[in-house]
């Protein structure tokens, strides 16, 4: 039994995706949460699905429920967040799963503490639960994987929301010179990752690997490729970072619900690549390249997609 969390959401749709390809015949077991409307078989991804599918519906910050929908597993594919990750694995140990694989994040590679702090102490207490005892038997197998900035589609509530502003807006306010490294992963990259990490167990287990697109991008870059996709004229206003911090302050003392914060102004100066070179040794990881993901969100975007970004804050 395979025990899934976060299956509707963007890597989790391609996981699926990867099963059915695959021609998986064991059994899934998948969470959904109490307040969605519909029953989850006629959720789209299900339909036609041909794989053996059940669903348990309930919170996964609710131990009972955790303890009781953990019951005959063995194997456990988290996606929902690191946050959920503590309860999830303390359940796991009590109902004896043997393996657990945990979709976190490298944010826990921040140098700002706000942004790793928790991450760190989430991934420490996790190792603590999954020790070996005294006789040298391990608690619980566990492989933690750490994806960058997660993009691929309008279901990306980072990549989509520039593309979306690079296209509605004729001026782009850039903090800093746009240096700053990253290495976005596209989701279906993601997806497949989660296989191969599976079907690699002899290697994968009690590792922790980073998955990270195929090569490390500025940010400036970034959105000069995205605008000659869209085929827009934005203008890229270079802002000082110390005029970009002094900004950030007075927006936040004038607003109280400020969507960006001074220390994320300072976090967006951070290189954010990492090296995914032991998930290609080790899984045969091999991600796509920014320029070819981002075409085809672009693509989509383009075809009519569109997301309502009022409510959505920077992370």
């Not at 015949?25 to 989850?40: H, T």
């Not at 790793?116 to 991934?123: A, G, L, T, V």
Request: charged share 25%.
């Amino acid at each position: 039994m395979l025990y899934i969390t976060g299956i509707t959401g963007h890597s989790g749709r391609w996981f699926l995706k990867r099963l059915e390809r695959e021609g998986y015949d064991g059994k899934l077991r998948c969470v959904m949460r109490e307040n969605k409307s519909a029953a989850p078989e006629k959720y789209e991804i299900f339909e036609n699905c041909k794989l053996d599918v059940e669903f348990v519906v309930g919170s996964l910050d609710d131990e009972a429920f955790l303890l009781h929908s953990l019951k005959g597993v063995r194997t456990i594919l988290h996606i929902a967040g690191i946050n959920l990750s503590p309860g999830i694995v303390k359940a796991a140990v009590l109902n004896k799963v043997d393996w657990v694989i945990l979709v976190h994040t490298t944010g826990r590679f921040s140098k700002y503490k706000s942004a790793s702090q928790e991450y760190i102490q989430i991934e420490d207490a996790i190792l603590y639960l999954c020790r070996e005892d005294q006789q040298g038997l391990r608690q619980l197998n566990y492989t933690i994987l750490r994806p960058t900035m997660i993009y691929g589609s309008s279901k990306d509530k980072n990549m989509y929301r520039l593309v979306d502003y690079l296209n509605r807006h004729r001026l782009f306010p850039l903090f800093g010179n746009g240096g700053n490294l990253m290495q976005p992963v596209h989701a279906r990259d993601l997806g497949n990752a989660y296989y191969d990490v599976m079907i690699h167990k002899d290697t994968t287990l009690n590792q922790s690997y980073n998955l990270s697109g195929a090569k490390p991008i500025t940010y400036l870059k970034i959105i000069q490729t995205i605008r000659s996709l869209l085929g827009s004229k934005t203008a890229i206003v270079k802002l000082p970072i110390s005029l970009s911090i002094l900004a950030a302050k007075v927006y936040n003392s004038l607003f109280k619900n400020a969507v960006i914060t001074v220390e994320q102004v300072m976090r967006m100066q951070e290189d954010k690549a990492f090296s995914h070179e032991a998930a290609s040794r080790d899984f045969g990881y091999a991600p796509l390249r920014f320029e070819d993901g981002i075409k085809e969100e672009v693509e989509e975007y383009l075809s009519g997609v569109r997301i309502d970004f009022s409510d959505v804050r920077y992370r």
